[in-house]
């Protein structure tokens, strides 16, 4: 701690100087014409004969990342946005003053510099400086010498010194982005509109979730952040918007795990005159799309596994899969006191009232979820854990929706919608009576999103896809918050605690 304090000081005293000469350590008046990237690309297999021939002058900026000093010379390296690219200050060719300017300059630093591209001994492409700019002074040291950032909890909480030491995060953000510009430009050309809905609601719905609560004072209105856009997106099917979907933001006042953030990203998309099913064959379209743009090909390796996303993916029901991988009979899931002894005796916590669908589904995320490693839909939930979905017309009990399963978690969720206002509003009342036997408290029902059933939404199914989940496996990156910029953290005051 008093090595920081004394290199801060240090620092301190390096900008006063600077400042003394008249010298502004913070301007904004340098220009950047090229990038590192653009200037290795154009050299790329030449000899250093041809390089030496061109001409052409330079002007690119970055951070300082090393810096070695040969008395009247000196190589650095400077990172920007596209890499890193070595220059070489000289005293006779920068001038003695501006070069006692330049030997104030550390790593850290951002530097604008102008000069001409030569290649080293060493076989190094390098700028000749002719000018160079201190453009930003830096006051504290990059960790561990620019050898890397390892502790896992400065990484989360400092994530800019985290994109600056390790390479592949910020690949990993860069991809993050393309998967995110791939997904829009692949539903943008089936015909879906993007649009954005609320983020603050009155009543939080479309899900099964705790809500943050806020307050609006000029309104003197409590307010949530919302757990899922789904009631807004159905409104807009209401009102003629019959592909449309949203890059959300979504907030759930629940736990934190490698899988879970209180605050995560979704992408839903609703289609009108379509089914499940439908959406089912346009989910293989659109990850067989990604990975082919991705990695050329339908199988890459996520965590050591190799994934196949070549379609069509296996389809099972959820009571195939858990009696599958729970070691029952199949017929004994349509029967509820051998489906709750079941389930007891594998550790599921029940108070002893849930419907057979509800211990059906706790049975399918204890014993299947993890099991499921290659793509796969698990269809047919049960109507008791559905409350928006339409339910299967051969068989009331369960519902016309479908999970997709990658690596063992889920990555996606869809349904085809209930739009008949009676059985929606049915449904909710059932799920606020259950909630309030649970919990104690009384759920208010959405009445403005039932006036828009009324007024009649088109068939049509939706979909929910977890982009943070989707993003760790494009990116073999084993949690959520390898991928979220700024994950959720205790504070540091709590970790002292």
Sequence with gaps: MEEKRDFLKQRIKKVSELREQGINPYPNNF???????????????????????????FTLAGRITAIRDFG?????????????????????????????????????????????AFMTHTGELTILVEEFSLLTKSLRPLPEKWHGLQDIEIRYRQRYLDLIVNPQVRTTFLARTRLINLIREFLCRHDFVEVE??????????????????????????????IAPE?????????GIERVFEINRNFRNEGIST?????????????????YEDLMTLTEELFSHLCQQLFGSHCFTYQGIELDFTPPW???????????????????????????????????????????GEIVAGIFEAVAEEKLVQPTFITQYPVEVS?????????????????????GREIANAFSELNDPEDQRRRFVEQAQAKQKVEGQITEIDEDFLAALEHGMPPAAGEGIGIDRLVMLFTDSPSIRDVILFPL?????QQDT
């Excluded at 939080?204 to 004072?217: D, E, I, S, V």
């Excluded at 009631?231 to 009102?239: A, D, E, I, P, W």
């Design 31 to 57: 220009r950047v014409l090229h990038t590192t990237s653009a200037i290795l690309d154009q050299f790329s297999g030449k000899s250093p004969e041809e390089i030496e021939k061109c001409a052409d002058l």
């Design 259 to 275: 899988q879970h953030n209180p605050e995560f990203t979704m992408l839903e998309f609703y289609q009108a005159y379509a089914t």
């Design 489 to 493: 953290l205790r504070s540091e005051r």
């Design 387 to 407: 409350p928006l979905a339409r339910k299967n017309e051969k068989d009331p009990s369960v519902t016309d929706r479908f999970e997709l399963y990658i690596a």
């Design 231 to 239: 009631l807004y997106l159905k409104r807009l099917l209401v009102g």
């Design 72 to 116: 009247k010379s000196t190589f650095a390296h400077i990172q920007d946005r596209k890499g890193r690219i070595q220059v070489y200050v000289r005293k006779d060719k920068a001038g003695a003053e501006a070069y006692q300017v330049f030997k104030k300059v550390d790593i850290g630093d951002f530097l604008g510099i102008k000069g001409r």
């Design 197 to 226: 809905t609320p983020m603050m609601q009155s009543i939080p719905g479309g899900a099964t979730a705790r809500p943050f609560k806020t307050h609006h004072n000029a309104l003197d209105l409590n307010l949530y952040l919302r």
């Design 314 to 356: 296996p389809r099972l029901t959820l009571k195939e899969a858990a009696a599958r991988f729970g070691s029952i009979e199949l017929q004994d899931l349509d029967d509820r006191d051998k489906a709750y002894a079941h389930a007891k005796q594998l550790g599921i916590e029940l108070s002893g009232t849930e419907p057979l």
